[in-house]
C-alpha cells in the first residue's frame, strides 16, 4: 500500500497543471523546494518517475499522465468532503474558495474583508489570475465561485452581473485630447497603445473593439498588469482601455485623464460564475447572498 499523502497529490496536480513547479508553488503559496520535495516522495512512494524535466520544460511521463488523469477527481471529492463535515459542524464555518480575474483585485478585498469579519470561521482562498488562467480553473472545477468580467460562451455555467464594469479611454494628463469632448473613434487609430498580457480579459475587450469597429490598433507595448500600464500611460508611452474598476483612489489620478470618446465607456458588467447545476456548498452560498446584500461596500468605490 503507498503512503501518498493529500498534500503530495495537491503539490503534484499543481505542476501537472501548470507545467512549472515555479508556478505551482507561487498557487500553493509555498515555496519551490517545498514543490520539488513533495513530488521527489510522491515518485518514491508510486515507484516510478512521474515529471521529467529536458532543459527548462516540465513533462509528465506515462505513470505521470495517468496520475493527473485520476488525482484532479479525488482532490475534488477531497473538497466535497471536508465542506460536509464543516456544514456538520455548524452552517458557516469552512473553506471558501475564489477565483477572480486580476482587475477585480481593486473591489474584492472591500466585500471579502466585511465578509471575513461577519464569518470568522470561513477562511478564504481567493486565486487572483488572468482570465485564461481563470478559465482552465473552471474547467477542472477548482473553486467554489468565480469572478470575471466575461462570462465564456462555450462553458455550461451560472453566470449573474453585480456590478457595472465601464471601459475607459485612458492618457496622460497632458495628452493633446484630454478634455476634449465627444472624440471620434477613428481618432485613436492614430495613437499608441498599451495592451494587456494575452489571456487578459481586458486584452481581449479591446482587441474585440477595435475589430468591430473596424480601426485599426496599434501596440506599443504589452504590459503584465493594469499597474504597469497606468505607470506607462502616465510616462506618456501611449494610451489604454482599461476597467474603471481599475482607477482605485490613491495613485496617480493627477497624471490621468478619462479621455471622452464617443460609445465610452463602454459599459460591462462584473460577474459571479459557476458551473451549471454545481451544488453550491452552504459557505459559498453564504458569500453570494452577502455579496447581493452589500453590493453598497463596492459601488461606493467604483
Ligand atoms: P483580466 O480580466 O484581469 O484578465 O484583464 C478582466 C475581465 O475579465 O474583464
Redo the contacts with the bound molecule.
Keep these: 500500500m503507498m503512503h501518498v499523502t493529500l498534500r503530495q497529490l495537491r503539490a503534484f496536480e499543481t505542476v501537472a497543471r501548470l507545467l512549472s513547479f515555479t508556478r505551482a508553488a507561487e498557487e500553493l503559496h509555498i515555496t519551490q523546494p517545498a514543490v520539488s520535495k513533495q513530488i521527489r516522495l510522491l515518485q518514491e512512494n508510486v515507484g516510478l518517475p512521474l515529471v521529467e524535466q529536458l532543459g527548462k520544460r516540465i513533462f509528465l511521463t506515462e505513470a505521470g499522465r495517468e496520475l493527473y488523469a485520476t488525482c484532479a477527481d479525488w482532490l475534488e471529492t477531497w473538497g466535497r468532503f471536508e465542506q460536509t463535515i464543516a456544514n456538520l459542524k455548524g452552517v458557516k464555518q469552512g473553506r471558501l474558495r475564489i477565483a477572480a ?4 483585485k481593486y473591489f474584492m478585498p472591500r466585500i471579502l474583508g466585511p465578509f471575513c469579519a461577519k464569518y470568522p470561521g470561513i477562511d478564504i482562498a481567493l486565486e487572483v ?4 488562467r ?1 478559465l482552465d480553473r473552471l474547467a477542472r472545477n477548482q473553486d467554489d465561485i468565480y469572478v ?3 462570462p465564456p460562451e462555450d462553458f455550461d455555467i451560472e453566470s449573474e452581473p453585480f456590478l457595472d ?1 465601464p471601459l475607459i479611454v485612458l492618457a496622460p494628463a497632458n495628452h493633446p485630447m484630454a478634455g476634449r469632448r465627444n472624440i471620434a473613434f477613428s481618432k485613436l487609430a492614430k495613437e499608441n497603445f498599451l495592451v ?1 498580457e494575452r ?7 479591446v482587441e474585440r473593439l477595435f475589430r468591430e469597429r473596424k480601426t485599426p490598433l496599434h501596440i506599443k507595448m504589452e504590459l503584465g498588469s ?1 499597474e504597469a500600464i497606468k505607470q506607462a500611460v502616465a510616462g506618456g508611452l501611449g494610451l489604454a482601455l482599461l ?1 474603471r474598476s481599475s482607477l482605485n483612489l490613491d495613485t496617480n489620478q493627477n497624471e490621468l485623464a478619462i479621455l471622452d470618446v464617443e460609445g465610452f465607456p463602454v459599459m ?1 458588467a ?1 460577474y459571479v460564475v459557476r458551473p451549471k447545476g454545481k451544488q453550491l456548498s452552504v459557505v459559498a452560498a453564504t458569500f453570494l447572498e452577502f455579496l447581493r446584500n452589500h453590493l453598497q461596500l463596492l459601488v461606493r468605490n467604483q
Design positions: 480575474v486580476t482587475t477585480t489570475v488572468n482570465r485564461d481563470l470575471m468580467g466575461e464594469n494587456r489571456g487578459s480579459g481586458t486584452r481581449m475587450t493594469n476597467s460591462r462584473w
